[in-house]
């Protein structure tokens, strides 16, 4: 590289970064040569890493490696660090490079915090930070004596790989860099696996224990135990694991993280928003990653808030600071005494491991007796086996991995003392999902009778004040400055702008072109300020008293990130006014590419298993009140490269918000067609009404015929809705054809040309036709429809033949 070269880099540097007057930034390192804490570091030459000490407190630093070029919050994102578990005093700290050839990282006290562990018979050593992020020790004959990509922490990056002598160590949190509980490595038997190494348990959680390795999609035949992500998104394993990004084929910046919850999840940066994206990730079920909560606990899931733990009834919090201790029981149990002993229920509770036995055909009672001739049972699993037709119990000496679920259909008994009453309702409460209010008592003191004078005057001051800010709030209101019509940024999310209502109606030229419609209003292409195709929907019926209650219903939809959801940019709250700006998609509607024959058998399979896995994330765990209401192939919204990205979720909360109390509905919602039978039968309206209508979009994708057509010729009238017709037509194939490939293709899309796969095709329709029963019960739920397409072996046809 030319001096001039260096120079202007360096220079632009200066511009972009705020960097100390006393900073020095290098492009190597020599012999003898060191980097001082904390304003020394040095740059790759495409300036995309930067390595050098990053402060994680009062002047407490990390030698490590991160992106140059800040977030939109302005933070920096690490991806390797030399001494997470030991950070250094941020003066008189200093990276060596000997003369031996080896590299030390030496603390104000002259202690060695963390060393390479290299030699070298030549003095000419230098230390470089590659294009690639990897930071080498090399010789001037070009031979590495160490590199930073053989000993990653918690990240690797593209074309870095992992290796049997290598792990991935999760963050103890998102502000602790310290190395956490969750561990990802190659075991003995050359499978990469997924561990929580916790503070009293250790468990195994991916793949699923109880699969053998074959089952779970995995190979012990290799002995190079490497996994490696490319430039491009494609993982793969040399035990047969492997998957795709989200936006596969586009060179982006990527970064493959175990994150601090213990999923593993690819992010891709978005160059526009610059912020992370999450393009791929293993887990969906946030609550089935083991070690969550710790001991005698339960996980449960909050679109807003995330993750949440509860100590189960009796117990308390060990350490009212750190879940990961788990809880303790708040009562002591005598074995000699099992007559003071009984069983709470704990309804939709699940916890994995630590069975005594397992017992076959059991009644309740027996249960019960078992667990109480064992001392060491702190309760039971009662399980119902559809395989047999029996119950079984699971009696359990420790209760770890708890979760709660809604659509888990079990039990479990917890074993405590018979004074429990306060403890069922505590329990209770806590797993509440509503946001109902609660009352506060308020004790008041009453007035002194000679203090009428002092009333008087604070009445007078009250008032005074009240009025000023009246003033001021309208002031504020009315007055638009240029500032704030540039910027118009809510510190509702970084991810969130506030237009005007001026600025939309310009970046769509005044409305003019409407790219789509619906109940809950119309779509209009626009084009940002800053050159993005957005698209624009002005909402229709949203009857807000003020832009907070219609804010507070945006935070909802905005922080619902995921790849298969539509991107919210930003909102306009302007008077009457109600607008979300959303990202365009290039290719439209499922529906409109439906319509034009433009959709192969991979995609249509591909669009199919996107928009599962965009429901799935909605409905996790306790989100049944969380629900689309109106999935159809109008709202499956299609990118550049064809992959399913599901859009108007959260609108019938938004537009009708007073409607929504918990399962209840007041008014039917949905599109003739593709409604469940809940809606006309005024049942409880739970997240499988979203399940039936994805159900008939598959139907839909599979035999190219919409159900609103059969709906719309039904004779029985207005009042049926026109329900099931299309799910109708396609039983009466099956009644009339016993073989199994010969009614297939007769109601397969013509448009498909007989081009398709067979296999997949079975599973799709197995799966719509479980997904559109008419009993709710008998439908799966999205994360089941996901884990089903994904391994098909676990999928059975359970088919009501009759309607």
Known sequence: MSIQFSVLVLASL???????????????????????????????????????????????????????????????????????????????????????????????????????????????????????????????????LWQSFDSPTDTLLPEQPLRKTSKLVSRRSLTNFSSGFYQLHFNEDNVLHLVFDGIEMTSVFWPSPWLIVWDAGRSTYNDSKTAVLDRFGNFWSSDIFGFQSADYGVELQRRFSLDTDGNLRLYSLEKLSNTWKVSWQLFLAACRIHGVCGLNSLCSYDPVSGRK???????????????????????????????????????????YGYD?????????????????????????????????????????????????????????????????????????????????????????????????????????????????????????????????????????????????????????????????????????????????????????????????????????????????????????????????????????SLSDNLNANNLDWDQRFDIALGTAKGLAYLHEECLEWVLHCDVKPQNILLDSNYKPKVADFGLSKILNRGDLDNSNFSTIRGTRGYMAPEWVLKMPITSKVDVYSYGIVLLEMITGKSPEVFANGDSRGDDSMGLGLLVTWIREKMRETSEWKSWIQEIVDPALDGKFDLEKMEILLKLALQCSEEDRDARPTMCEVVDKMVHPENLELKINMLM
Not at 315 to 323: E, I, L, Q, V
Not at 498 to 504: H, P
């Open 14 to 144: 200066v511009v972009s970064f705020p960097i100390s007057s006393y900073s020095s930034t290098i492009f190597s390192l020599s012999s003898e040569g060191s980097l001082s804490a904390p304003q020394d570091s040095i740059l790759s030459q495409n300036g995309k890493f930067t390595a050098g000490f990053h402060s994680v407190g009062d002047n407490a630093y990390f030698f490590a490696i991160w992106f140059t070029k800040p977030l939109a919050d302005g933070t920096n994102t690490l991806v390797w660090m030399a001494n997470r578990d030991q950070p250094i005093n941020g003066e008189k700290s200093h990276l060596s490079l000997l003369k031996s050839g080896n590299l030390v990282l030496i603390d104000a006290n002259q202690i060695n915090v963390w060393e390479s562990g290299t030699q070298s018979t030549t003095s000419s050593v230098e230390l470089r930070l590659l294009d690639n992020g990897n930071l080498v020790l090399v010789t001037y004959e070009g031979q590495r």
């Open 309 to 351: 733990c509860h100590c189960v009834p009796g117990y308390r919090m060990r350490n009212p600071k750190d879940w990961s201790y788990g809880c303790e029981p708040d009562f002591e149990v005598s074995c000699n005494d099992t007559s003071s002993l009984d069983f709470i229920p704990l309804r939709h509770v699940e916890f």
């Open 356 to 588: 005594i036995a397992y017992y076959r055909n059991k009644t309740l009672q027996e249960c019960k007796d078992l667990c109480l001739k064992h001392c060491d049972c702190k309760g039971f699993e009662y399980k119902f086996v559809e395989a047999n037709g029996t119950y079984s119990c699971y009696p359990k000496t420790l209760l770890f991995n708890g979760y709660v679920q809604s659509s888990w259909p079990d039990f479990v008994y917890l074993k405590v003392p018979k004074a429990r009453h306060y403890w069922q309702e505590q329990y209770e409460g806590n797993l509440q999902c509503d946001d109902r209010k609660v009352m506060l008592d308020r004790a008041y003191r009453r007035k002194e009778h000679d203090g009428w004078m002092k009333s008087f005057i604070w009445s007078i001051v009250v008032a005074g004040v009240l009025e000023i800010l009246c003033f001021l709030t309208y002031w504020i209101k009315t007055r638009k400055s240029s500032h704030e019509t540039k910027q118009g940024y809510l510190l509702l999310s970084i991810r969130f702008k506030k237009f005007t209502y001026a600025e939309l109606k310009k970046a769509s030229s005044n409305f003019s072109e409407e790219i789509g419609r619906g109940g809950g209003g119309i779509v209009y292409k626009g084009k940002l300020s800053d050159d993005r195709v957005a698209a624009i929907k002005f909402l229709s019926g949203a009857n807000y008293q003020g832009e907070a209650e219609f804010l507070a219903e945006v935070s909802t939809i905005g922080n619902l990130n995921h790849m298969n959801l539509i991107e919210l940019w930003g909102y306009c709250a302007e008077g009457k006014h109600r607008l979300l700006v959303y990202e365009y998609m290039e290719y439209g």
